[in-house]
């Protein structure tokens, strides 16, 4: 969990880079670093997670990394993540982020030159951009580069940009997984991936908490996680009467976890509103309706725990979602399944990354564990999107299978529920933010100057919020959809 900025160029200045820190503190509340130094200035802010996280930063020399995720590298005793990560540079140079298992940005000065990284999923965020010096700025969120850059850019998943040598991709160095041909086999192998992926991420001790929303993918990290791991707390936020909640009480109760609940309701919506667009950084209505249970959800439980497990990531590896039963073949489902893959970096993954870090959470995804991504890219469509006969299709077939002994039969029978509308605060956000559009006579069905089409009133409101703090363009133009035919 941190936070990286920094400037590169004629404009390198101390005061900025503090400023700019300032502007990221929810994503390191504990520490902060920075390097000033000539024609060069950047920081890091960190949350206090163990000796093993360090404090985002390591130097060597001329070298000097900035890192902001969690990396799962095997490393001597003692090694911090940003120390892995200057290991792999000094052995490999810009390729070193292929070596890398983990999420992570990350940002490398050798001595005059300046590397950005990516993971492979797009899992934690970098922006860059070019001041009117021609400086060289980055940051962990646009919010840190408003007002610092005259062109603003993502860094995108899987991609290396280097100051010297420009952008380019790298292909990741996946583990070697086979996924067995017998649908059996596969299960079992399904099942153990996503055990070890858990383990993975609870072996320092940092995770005390969970998100569950009683749906599938929660429930089933719930379940390994309390099986590895007993005595964390489990967390439910929901409209009162919503569907999640009552299924997530179920899972508890099935699992004897700790387990706390909590509603909101149409004042705590209208609330943080404001602060979903600005934490999410889009005005996506989509995006920003599931950004306001997860702010919820990220304020309450930081007065527990700053370091949580989260499902995400499950329905897009997994085929989770019900607009892929509507398409006509396996062969359109696999794209459709890729398609919503490359879009999660912006959509999905933003919205729960700005939303925990917006209330000082760190959160671990075992579904977007380099394994588990190797093994589930490998799987048949036909397994994810499975005829159960009757013309019937079920969404992630093979991961409900893989652990049905581990959950309610509710649970494993239930289907997918969208965030916002599993929580209830999709209906009652829409309510609410219509009245507010109506107040200024917002409407929909209009394009921007950027080209993006204001599909109804409420976007317009969230659409208007959006441009009073990111004024630029460039902004406007990182917004990603959720739904891809929007």
Not at 297 to 311: D, F, K, Q, Y
Not at 438 to 452: F, H, I, N, P, Q
Request: proline share 4%; net charge negative.
């Amino acid at each position: 969990m941190a936070g990286i900025v920094g400037i590169c160029g004629a404009s390198a200045d101390a005061a900025k880079v503090g400023g700019m820190l300032e502007q990221l503190r929810h994503r390191g509340p504990d520490k902060t670093w920075t390097d000033p130094g000539e024609r060069w200035a950047a920081g890091v802010c960190t949350a206090a997670l163990g000796d093993e996280k360090g404090t985002g930063q390591a130097t060597q020399g001329d070298v000097c990394v900035l890192f902001d995720g969690e990396i799962y590298n095997q490393r001597p005793a003692g090694t911090t993540d940003a120390q892995v990560v200057l290991d792999l540079y000094r052995r490999y140079g810009r390729l070193f982020a292929r070596y890398l298992e983990g999420a992570f940005a990350i940002a490398v000065r050798d001595g005059d030159q300046i590397v950005l990284a990516r993971d492979a999923v797009g899992v934690r965020p970098l922006y860059w951009g070019r001041d009117s010096d021609g400086s060289l700025v980055f940051g962990s969120e646009l919010k840190a580069l408003v007002g610092a850059v005259e062109e603003v850019h993502e860094l995108h998943p899987s991609t290396v940009m280097s100051s010297v040598a420009g952008i380019q991709g790298y292909v990741p160095q996946l583990p070697e997984v086979e996924v067995p041909d017998d649908v059996e086999e596969a299960r079992v192998a399904l099942r153990e991936v996503l055990f070890r992926a858990t383990e993975r991420r609870l072996a320092d001790g940092s995770v005390t908490a969970l998100l569950l929303s009683g749906g599938l993918d929660s429930s089933i990290i719930a379940a390994i996680a309390n099986e590895m791991r007993p005595g964390l707390h489990a967390f439910t936020v929901g409209v009162k009467e919503a569907p999640d909640a009552a299924n997530a009480v179920e899972m508890a109760q099935f699992l004897d976890m700790k387990h706390s609940v909590r509603a909101f309701d149409a004042g705590d919506i209208e609330r943080l509103v404001p602060k979903a667009v600005r934490s999410l950084e889009s005005f996506d209505e989509d995006c920003v309706s599931g950004a306001v249970a997860n702010l919820f959800t990220s304020e309450w439980v930081s007065e527990h725990a700053n370091c949580i497990l989260s499902g995400e990531g499950g329905d897009e590896l997994n085929g989770g979602y019900h607009l892929l039963k509507d398409l006509p073949d396996q062969e359109a489902q696999r794209r459709g399944m890729e398609r919503l893959i490359e879009v999660a970096y912006n959509t999905a993954l933003q919205r729960l990354d700005r939303a925990m870090m917006g209330g000082r959470i760190t959160y671990r995804t075992p579904f977007l564990d380099s394994e588990v991504t190797a093994f589930c890219l490998q799987m048949p469509v036909s397994w994810k999107v499975h005829d159960v006969g009757g013309g019937k299709l079920v969404e992630k077939w093979l991961l409900r299978e893989a652990f049905r002994d581990m959950l309610p039969e509710s649970i494993y029978r239930r289907e997918k529920l969208r965030f916002s509308r599993g929580t209830g605060v999709e209906t009652i956000a829409e309510d609410v933010v219509q009245k507010l559009a109506a107040r200024e006579s917002l409407c929909g069905g209009w394009t921007t100057s950027g080209g993006y089409r204001i599909n109804s009133a409420v976007e317009a409101y969230y659409y208007k919020l959006f441009k009073e703090g990111f004024p630029d363009p460039g902004f406007e133009a990182l917004v990603g959809r959720w739904d891809p035919d929007k």
